[in-house]
């Protein structure tokens, strides 16, 4: 079945330097996948996706790359503000009309000033 | 426009009982489905709701229910409560059925005593 999980539980960062949050997935059939950043009292937000065919792909400050010969994607954070300190979570979904995507456990960012 | 709403925001309930969530998505947004967070477990997919019928179901024991009104509003419910069901419950809107990415709400904080 589907697993998603993010390789480090926790990650500390300085306010300016680049994040790199990472995570696999085990299902080949995946073909869409989403990063949320959750903060505290709050709901999951939607950050970036890509699917299948792209390998990367950029948003404001992030950037998200996907490397299915070894089923793994990344989120890199531009210029870490203290702003980004939260729990950032990997999802993957597959075409087929079912809402089921599959979420890994989160990564949680701490951008210290 | 207004996001995913879901209220209560904070519950208290005991063993033995049973609760009602409820959940309003995005104006527009017809697919609706359900997730239980939890610091172990992660976001663990419940049931997603399209056109006032489940369409998908994730491994929760029969205790947990849900159902959609006409107007796409929905409520979860989880009868005869356990310790272990104390977590975050959130809800989360598309547009359509397995449409991505969801809008999430900031969910209702269920606590077992």
């Known amino acids: 079945g589907e697993s998603v999980g993010l390789h480090l539980p926790t990650l500390s960062v300085q306010e300016g330097d680049n994040s790199i949050i990472n995570c696999a997935y085990s299902?080949?059939?995946?073909?869409?996948f989403i990063w949320y950043k959750q903060e505290s009292g709050k709901g999951p937000q939607f950050i970036i996706d890509?699917?299948?065919?792209?390998d990367k792909r950029q948003g404001q400050r992030v950037t998200v790359l996907l490397n299915k010969t070894v089923k793994h994607l990344s989120l890199q954070i531009a210029a870490t503000q203290p702003g980004d300190s939260a729990v950032y979570f990997c999802a993957g979904d597959h075409s087929g009309g079912y809402q089921k995507v599959t979420f890994g456990t989160g990564t949680k960012l701490q951008v210290i000033p | 426009k207004a996001g995913v709403t879901q209220t209560p925001r904070y519950l208290i309930k005991t063993r033995g009982q049973q609760v009602t969530l409820s959940c309003s998505p995005i104006?527009?947004?017809?697919?609706v489905s359900w997730y239980q967070q939890t610091p172990g477990q992660g976001l663990q997919f419940l049931f997603e709701?399209?056109?006032?019928?489940?369409?998908n179901k994730g491994n929760f024991p029969g205790r947990f229910s849900g159902r959609q009104f006409s107007n796409s509003r929905s409520e979860m419910n989880v009868s005869t409560l356990e310790l272990g069901d104390s977590a975050l419950y959130l809800c989360a809107s598309s547009l359509s059925e397995g449409n991505q990415p969801q809008h999430f709400g900031d969910g209702t904080r269920l606590s077992i005593l």
């Open positions: 709701y399209f056109s006032e019928t489940q369409r």
């Open positions: 299902n080949s059939a995946s073909d869409y």
């Open positions: 890509i699917r299948s065919n792209m």
């Open positions: 104006s527009g947004h017809r697919s």
